[in-house]
């Protein structure tokens, strides 16, 4: 997996994208929004390549950019721009969130998405957070 994210990373860069965002300052808000190159949780990675099941939920990138921002308001970060699915749900546009403060993640729909393809719910479950995120600028 590291490989792989390396080759998409490598990928970036010779398309001639800026350098990546230090991992370390990802809970700087100063850093947001910034565009995502990948997800990490260890040594498994979300990214245009490769999907990450979460409990009962598989996420992948859609084809536009993913993108994180920061809402100091409420001490989280989101990203846009997933798609989740479920043996309940075929498919629906999601986003991740990072709470900060309380230090737990959330699948949620995406923001115009509640009660379409998602279903009603305002959260569609706790899942594991991430370790780490590619972001560039």
């Given at each position: ?23 370390q ?12 190159a ?28 993913v ?27 999601c ?20 009660g ?22």
């Amino acid at each position: 997996m590291r490989l792989a994210a390396a080759g998409a990373l490598a990928a970036l860069l010779a398309l001639g994208a800026a350098a990546p965002a230090a991992a370390q300052h990802w809970t700087d808000e100063k850093n947001f929004p910034v565009a995502v190159a990948g997800i990490h949780w260890g040594e498994r990675v979300l990214n245009g390549l490769f999907r990450v099941t979460l409990g009962a939920w598989t996420l992948r990138f859609e084809t536009k950019p993913v993108l994180a921002t920061y809402d100091a308001e409420w001490g989280e970060i989101a990203f846009d721009g997933i798609v989740c699915a479920s043996e309940s749900v075929a498919s629906c546009d999601c986003r991740l969130v990072y709470d900060r403060v309380d230090r737990f993640c959330e699948l949620r729909p995406a923001k115009g998405a509640a009660g379409a393809a998602c279903g009603p719910a305002a959260v569609l479950a706790s899942v594991e957070c991430p370790t780490n995120f590619v972001g560039y600028k």
